[in-house]
């Protein structure tokens, strides 16, 4: 299962594409498109030191991938019990709505 975000703006986002957040929410209850999700992880780095601190340990932990993913896109088919159950999952870079929502 991999995760590939491109909100490169998110503190969790190394600017290559990989997240480095414990445990990524997506938001989306009745969702009935991608537009209608969001990652509540996303956490903006824009004007802050955040991105700094949160990268200055990223070389001791482990990237995230689809197994870190607690999903309320209940409308979504890879949702299975807040599970996320997509080989591949997508954070897109204009809203880090979930790109693989599928109803």
């Known amino acids: 299962m991999s995760l ?3 909100e490169y703006g998110c ?3 190394d600017k290559e594409g ?3 957040a414990e445990i990524i929410v997506i ?3 009745n969702a ?3 537009a209608n999700t ?3 992880s996303y956490a903006s780095d824009e004007g802050t030191q955040s991105y700094e601190f949160a990268n200055e340990f990223i070389e001791d932990k482990l990237a ?3 197994k870190n993913i607690v999903c309320a896109a209940r409308n979504c088919m890879y949702n299975t019990d807040t599970a996320c159950t997509a080989a591949n ?3 897109n870079n204009e809203n880090a709505s979930c790109e693989t929502f599928k109803q």
Do not use: E
Request: aromatic share 4%; hydrophobic share 20%.
């Open 4 to 6: 590939k975000c491109q």
């Open 27 to 29: 938001d989306g209850k």
């Open 64 to 66: 995230s991938d689809a």
């Open 38 to 40: 969001t990652c509540n």
């Open 11 to 13: 503190v969790h986002n």
């Open 89 to 91: 999952v997508k954070i």
């Open 32 to 34: 009935k498109t991608t």
């Open 18 to 20: 990989k997240c480095f």
